[in-house]
């Protein structure tokens, strides 16, 4: 039942005497409409709420401005004129369970949350000041992509956009295109090891790709060449096989000994924690070329992961690896160390329970976590 209230000769106030309803019987485009209205506050004239609608959409706006009017919702100001009582504004009875129902997160709940989140974050905290120049609900939702970034750089990731969306939020569609505009804008991608575009695999090694119509000698580049994954996804015979694969982390470290290897030897770039795509292209190969691999990542706790991560393509492949320059004496020759974090110490207790790790790597492993130190292979190839 509605209660009539009236305010002058000309005006009155209608409101229910319910309490509000729930809103799970308004269909999705009452319900959208409904959430536009809401955001613009507790107090409207309903000349502006009508527009709100759009062209060809009154009748909807009124049904809906009926609905509120009977459930509860409102209370709805009305002005007499050419002999009729006319919507002239609306006021919400109680707004905050109502944005709360329809998924509106409320600017000052907002700004509490960034508020108490904030100050639980290092200071040091990656694109810190970048979200602290954004809306508090905006600061929110996005608040898991600078952790998320943190850590994809911390872990020495690269890949593409989608496998970062993938380990940031679980899913490759996850980030939306405001979201990467805001990255790309406060960060730089590129050197973070994010690609937009093809991913490729850098390779130097003695083997001749066979493809549909023709033939590519990776020999024939002065240092190293770099493959698309569709490429070695084309191929479908090689000739020339080396005697081993070195796999080389450090992008640095890769160019040099591209540069230098043996003739009978083949180098690929191993970028970091490797992505789907390279670990796709790479398995590709090992079908058409092959042999044993030697991997030399850092000598620290990450370094032993990637390596165990790259190798397990060679053992599904039914093929032996062995770390290189990831050993006891490369990390005492190195030039300077670093130590070990509470990060590092919990990788090291995880690695240690890794099945059939090689003698090398546990005896880093335990080297490390003695001494307190780690390294980066750069002092070392």
Known sequence: MLRVTPQS??????????PPRGLDSLPHDWRQLL???????????????????????????????????DNG????????????????????RDPAPLRAALGIVNADAAAAQWHALRSTLPPDTLLLDALDTLPPKTALARTDLAAALARW??????????????????????????DWAWLDEVADLVEAGIERHT???????????????????????????????????????????PERWHLVENRTSF????????????????????????REAVARLLKLVPAPAAIACDPDPAGVAIALQAGSLWQAAGLDWQPWHM?????????????LNAWDSARIAQLRQTPALPAKLVELLDYMQQHNIKGEQEGAL
Request: glycine share 8%.
């Open 153 to 178: 750089k911390y872990e020495q990731r690269s890949g593409t956009q989608r496998d970062f969306a993938l380990f940031a939020r679980g899913t490759t569609k996850a980030v939306t295109t405001a």
């Open 35 to 69: 959430k536009r209205w809401v955001k613009r506050g507790g107090d409207s004239r309903w000349e502006t709420l009508k527009g709100d609608a759009g062209v060809g959409q009154q009748n909807l706006a009124q049904a809906l401005l009926d609905w509120l009017l």
């Open 255 to 278: 160019e040099r000994v591209a540069r230098t290897h043996e003739a009978n030897t083949g180098i690929i770039w191993l970028p970091g924690f490797p992505p789907g795509w390279w």
């Open 9 to 18: 000769k000309t005006r009155r106030l209608r409101v229910s005497e319910q």
């Open 73 to 92: 919702w409102i209370q709805l100001d009305e002005k007499f004129e050419r002999a009729e009582w006319w919507p002239y504004r609306v006021e919400f």
């Open 327 to 339: 050993d006891i004496a490369t990390l005492q020759a190195l030039p300077s160390h670093g130590v």
């Open 199 to 241: 991913p490729l695999l850098l390779i130097a090694a003695p083997v001749e790709l066979r493809l549909p119509d023709a033939v590519l000698n990776l020999a024939a580049c002065a240092d190293f060449c770099a493959l698309t994954p569709a490429t070695l996804t084309a191929a479908h015979s090689a000739n020339g096989t």
